[in-house]
């Protein structure tokens, strides 16, 4: 019952001739056909934020700004932009830019687009979160125009890399419906829009009017496959050529693979565990070493947080669970990125210590805790609980795991019914102001801090520490204040962060890809080797 | 009978037992199903005992034994004969434990639904008007919703667990038995000795169940058998799609689920032995129901 | 027979209500899909802004009342999720059912009955018996592991066939279908096997024991007495009485197939309803979960009204009044 791959492919040339997806000579070999993971929920580019629709939406549209491989922005459609005062940025925009109606791209779709985005009907996850700083819009001229906000906010730049630009011709409120049936799907992007089957497939052909490189491939099917072992076995069978999100399962034996070539880069997403902070009493979760109750939370004490962070050896998860595919994580971003704290290794295994510390804490006999995690949403996430749960269960800590389908997992989350729980976190901006405000500033509905914050974790030092960098215009001094209050959570253990994703795409041997730091999956980066 | 005649009839004394024992020896696919479920539910109810491991205790389990191939040893000098997962949980404990729950899953639902459903029946038959009126258009309805996807939404409400499991196949599968006993108590209730019981003015429920039921018994048990089957298909499936047993009480559906992730790469052992268990136990049950359903329907006798 | 119909139409609009409530507590309980859908970086003010946008926020018996004001209408709701009305996003999948199970229902019917007739008029050959020991296969293995494999043996090592998606589709009376193209046909093959194994089991079974149990009737020995020749009699004479129970079980059996399609289509990526149902429960996008049950259930109860329908086409001897 080995498979084998010879087998495979010496098949694939028999499905190739089939179905003609792999067929290398003639117009076929200008063809594309890739695999998405997940099903794209409309065409229509302000309407969800969400991954699948941002990979779809790269080969439609341009942004003003756009995000490079290590998720840095860099220029777009706007050629370059500045701080005119504290709170205006100036933006001069490409000239010569088409949309793929033939109109030229100007100010005033911009000014458009901006107005367009908070007001899409019904939008389950608005991009008015990228907009909503920006408070007024002044057009100077067609290719020059100035964006004003509240106060000073240094990251408009990095916020509009978010936000595809459409045509101003399109009318007022433009619907989604129709940007689904390609009516209104009309970008600058280098690909036009064809077809669309919705949980299916999206056909593009290349728009020769691009005004960037011009992307290799004539056509582009983007397809979606959802099952790991099918996009695998689809990629593996030639059926498709270039497949994202590869499974770990499968990673370290496709490295070996002649036939097949990864690109990999460690992605923005970290894994974490969340403490239930917001109660001082006792934690549903948590019991005595015999199942008794305790009258007060454990978590809340610096070194149990501390205890359950070094018992957990993160290179053996990253070797044995992860197959390789994440590195282990001290903080919120990977090396390299802006406003990485390079003082903050992860942290080390040491069981010891960790014992040591429980029994300062007033558990040498440790506890007993339940340790939750979704089983349908993070790579392997119900194999990561189990595995932490061995680890916590050999200093004592008593641990059972479990795993739910994340509809119900994020609701009981969301209203604070677990005492340890795993979670992650995509930094879309690729800087820790992101997951800083988001995940460990005090919960405040009013300034809107901390809305994923769901262990209630609170430190009045780091929420001004956040306050001051969200407010420092200057990059090279708001990334030292960053550090700063990265190093000040991280020494708190306001979570315990466990690793950083790889994003892993698989693809015929003969092409190459720009492995992206966000998880995009984008044609024009797909070329052959040269 | 003479003692002159030399052909050895079948003694007199031949209980309905004895014959419906030679009769189903009649068969040696069913009498092999019938070992093998017989060695299944040893091996299910004896696990603690026998299996080299508790793969539920976290506290046994290494991921630095993760994804070994069959027959390696592990630090502790264990030997995986069918390998282990990628916790570095051994299979052939992980297999044995899933029978356990995958079987008490099946048999336990099956049970419950066959006494509620039996119940249900017999007192439709019994009782007639309004109450076989009420209780039968409830069957129908139950019918006319496809099971799988009553159980998929029943799993979806109330989320992954063992007794929400059996609840919800419970909930699928009582209808088939209130169907099979109404129609075979309409038959019975007609005999003789049922009429002898009412004169005799015994109370209602001890006609209905210690006269009646005893005689609707043999379509019952080969619903049943036929059903404990189905059920331990229901429980792989919903498990496989994410909706049954949770992760740290892996039924064998779920540890083919969790295993075929490993299949391209080539880790076969993972998903293919508790495929293979599945498969023998399904199989060796419905080669018993369906022996059963020849030797106890008598339309069908020879 | 008017009456007949009364009451099961009353019955259905019932079924159809009890189970809509049901749904819209049990989605309740579970969670809130905005929980699941919104970006993780929306900030609290989105959050409620975007659950308004939805009508989440208002009580669930006024969501459950403003859902029925809409049904009267026609109207079941959009999709949280596409911003598509539920039904024209359930009737653009339908067709990839449909056509999957119409294939398997046939496959069934070409490979079980003339297996069954061969098993039923040869009990005791090896090739019947095997027939018989692979029907209980049939039915015993489950459709999803089958579905593994077929993907291990015949996509991957064997490469013959594509293991997902629907492959190049034809339109037909505006419809997109999968079964006009030759590599449509070659994506169609894994699932649709798939999807009637169980089915090819049963009819085999069937027509197996209805052979047996006609074989020894009166009107045989009277056809063969006649002089019949013994295929006449067969396919003509057994053939006409056998079909009666597999008409009604493949018609039953019909709505099974596109409920259990839901199982083959997770397997093999098929863009079809059953599909869009496991993604709909995951995301609780509770528009199309409960549209897609009210088709469901009109579909039975539509079904088996035909089969009955049919009945009495089969068998003149059967009454419809005397049927529930």
């Known amino acids: 019952m080995v498979v084998r791959y010879q087998a495979a492919m010496r098949g694939a040339v028999v499905a190739g001739c089939l179905v003609g997806a792999a067929a290398m000579n003639g117009a076929a070999a200008q063809t594309l056909t890739m695999a998405s993971s997940a099903p794209i929920t409309s065409v229509d580019p302000h309407y969800h934020t969400f991954t699948p629709n941002a990979s779809l939406d790269a080969h439609l549209f341009d942004s003003l700004l756009d995000m490079d491989a290590q998720s840095r922005p860099v220029a777009a459609l706007a050629e370059s932009w500045k701080l005119v005062d504290e709170r205006t940025w100036e933006l001069k925009l490409r000239q010569g830019v088409k949309f793929h109606n033939g109109a030229a791209f100007t100010a005033e779709d911009v000014a458009y687009t901006l107005d367009r985005v908070p007001r899409v009907p019904n939008s389950p996850g608005s991009f008015a979160i990228y907009t909503k700083p920006i408070v007024g819009v002044e057009i100077v001229d067609p290719h020059t125009i100035r964006l004003r906000t509240a106060g000073i906010y240094p990251l408009v730049p990095i916020d509009l890399t978010q936000v595809a630009i459409i045509p101003h011709g399109l009318g007022k409120d433009p619907a989604t419906e129709d940007f689904n049936s390609g009516k209104n799907a009309i970008g600058t992007g280098p690909f036009r829009f064809v077809s669309y089957k919705p949980g299916d497939r999206v056909e593009m052909d290349r728009f020769d009017g691009y005004w960037g490189k011009k992307p290799y491939w004539q056509h582009v099917s983007f397809r979606i496959i959802p099952n790991d072992g099918a996009r695998t076995a689809a990629l593996l069978s030639g059926d498709i050529g270039f497949i994202e999100a590869v499974p770990t399962t499968d990673a370290a034996r496709l490295r070996t693979d002649k036939r097949v070539h990864l690109a990999e880069t460690v992605s923005l997403r970290i894994i974490f565990l969340t403490l239930d902070q917001s109660r001082d009493g006792p934690t549903p979760f948590i019991t005595g070493p015999n199942g008794e109750k305790l009258d007060r939370n454990p978590l809340k004490d610096h070194r149990v947080r501390e205890a359950l962070s070094i018992a957990i050896n993160r290179p053996a998860i990253v070797e044995r669970v992860m197959e390789g595919a994440a590195i282990p994580a001290g903080q919120f971003l990977p090396p390299g990125s802006y406003s990485y704290a390079p003082d903050l290794p992860p942290p080390a295994y040491d069981a010891a210590r960790a014992k040591k510390l429980l029994a300062e804490a007033g558990f040498p006999n440790g506890f007993r805790i339940t340790l939750h995690g979704p089983n349908d949403r993070y790579v392997n996430d119900a194999k990561i609980i189990q595995s932490i749960g061995q680890m916590w269960t050999r200093i004592g800590v008593q641990t059972s795991v479990e795993g739910i389908t994340w509809s119900n997992y994020i609701a009981r989350a969301n209203k604070q019914e677990f005492s340890a729980y795993l979670l992650g976190w995509g930094s879309s901006s690729g800087e820790a102001s992101n997951p800083l405000r988001s995940l460990v500033a005090t919960f405040d509905a009013a300034k809107g801090r901390g809305a994923v914050n769901r262990g209630r974790y609170s430190n009045p030092q780091l929420d001004a520490l956040i306050d001051k960098a969200v407010t420092t215009a200057d990059d090279a001094a708001r990334e030292k204040v960053l550090q700063q209050a990265t190093k000040l959570a991280m020494d708190d253990v306001a979570f315990i962060p466990l690793h950083n994703q790889k994003n892993i795409w698989g693809m015929r041997s003969d092409l190459t890809y720009i492995a992206r730091a966000d998880e995009q999956s984008r044609a024009q980066d797909v070329r052959p080797v040269q | ?302 | 027979m008017t009456t007949w119909l009364l009451r099961r139409l009353i019955q259905a609009v019932f079924v159809v209500l009890v189970m809509t409530v049901i749904v819209f507590i049990g989605l309740h309980v579970i969670g809130d899909p905005i929980d699941i859908l919104i970006s993780p970086e929306a900030d609290q003010a989105e959050r409620a802004r975007a659950v308004a946008a939805l009508g989440l926020d208002q009580p669930l018996w006024k969501q459950y009342g403003l859902f029925l004001w809409g049904g009267l209408h026609g109207d079941l709701g959009r999709s949280f999720v596409f911003n598509e009305p539920a039904l024209q996003l359930i009737g653009g999948r339908m067709p990839a059912t449909m056509e999957l199970a119409v294939t398997a229902v046939l496959l069934s019917v070409v490979i079980g009955i003339p297996l069954g007739l061969y098993a039923g008029l040869n009990p005791d050959s090896l090739l019947g018996r095997t027939t018989m020991a692979g029907s209980i296969l049939g039915f015993s293995l489950p459709t999803f592991w089958v579905g593994l494999m077929l993907i291990m043996v015949f996509a991957v090592q064997l490469g013959w066939l594509p293991s997902t998606g629907r492959g190049e589709t034809a339109e037909l009376f505006g419809v997109q279908w999968s079964f006009l193209t030759r590599d449509g046909l070659a994506h169609m093959a894994l699932p649709a096997l798939n999807l009637s194994l169980g089915n090819i089991a049963l009819v085999l079974r069937l027509t197996r024991a209805g052979v047996r149990e006609n074989i020894h009737m009166d009107y045989v020995r009277f056809a063969r007495a006649k002089g019949l020749s013994p295929a006449r009699v067969v396919l003509v004479h057994v053939m006409k009485n056998i079909l009666i129970p597999v008409v009604t079980i493949i018609g039953l059996e019909f709505g099974s197939t596109i409920a259990f399609s839901v199982v083959t289509e997770s397997v093999f990526a098929w863009p079809g309803m059953g599909k869009l149902i496991i993604d709909s429960i995951n995301v609780l996008d509770r528009p199309v979960i409960v549209a897609y049950l009210m088709i469901i259930v009109f579909l039975f109860i539509t079904i088996n009204l035909l089969v009955d329908l049919l009945y009495t086409v089969l068998d003149p001897r059967v009454r419809l009044e005397n049927r529930q």
């Not at chain 2, 052939?92 to 729950?101: E, H, M, V, W």
């Not at chain 2, 003015?201 to 209905?208: D, E, F, K, N």
């Not at chain 2, 049943?224 to 331990?232: F, H, K, L, S, Y």
């Open chain 2, 1 to 302: 009978m003479s003692a002159a005649l030399d052909i050895p009839a079948p003694p007199k004394e031949e209980t309905p037992f004895q014959r419906f024992a030679r009769e189903f020896a009649d068969s040696k696919l069913a009498v092999l199903g019938l070992v093998i479920v017989l060695l299944v539910a040893v091996l299910a109810i004896a696990a603690p005992w026998i299996a080299p491991q508790n793969p539920y205790d976290l506290a046994q389990l290494d991921i630095m034994d993760g994804r070994l191939p069959p027959g390696s040893v592990s630090a502790d000098g264990l030997t995986f004969w069918l390998g282990t997962d990628d916790q570095g949980r051994d299979m052939l404990s992980g297999i044995i434990y899933g029978l356990r729950i995958s079987l008490s899953v099946g048999v336990g639902s099956a049970v419950i639904a066959g006494v509620i459903g039996s119940a249900l029946g017999l007192i439709a038959a019994y009782a007639g008007g309004k109450i076989e009126t009420a209780i039968m258009r409830l069957v129908d309805l139950q019918l006319s919703f496809p099971s799988i996807l009553v159980a998929l939404m029943i799993l979806a409400f109330l989320g992954k667990g063992v007794a929400n499991v059996m609840l919800a196949l419970v909930i699928v599968e009582w209808a088939r038995y209130a169907r099979t006993a109404r129609s075979a108590a309409l038959v019975e209730r007609r005999r003789e000795y049922i009429e002898a019981a009412e004169c005799l003015a015994l109370p209602r429920w001890r006609v209905l169940f210690r006269h009646l039921l005893p005689n609707c018994m043999p379509p019952l048990i080969v619903i049943g058998t036929i059903q404990i089957a189905r059920a331990i298909t229901l429980e792989a499936t919903l498990s496989f799609l994410g909706l049954g047993v949770p992760i740290t009480e892996p039924s064998l559906g779920l540890l083919i689920a969790n295993g075929y992730q490993y299949m391209l790469s080539g880790k076969y052992w993972i998903s293919f032995y508790p495929g293979i268990a599945l498969l023998v136990t399904i199989v060796a049950i419905n080669l018993v129901g369906d022996h059963l359903r020849d030797v106890l329907n008598p339309r069908l006798q020879r």
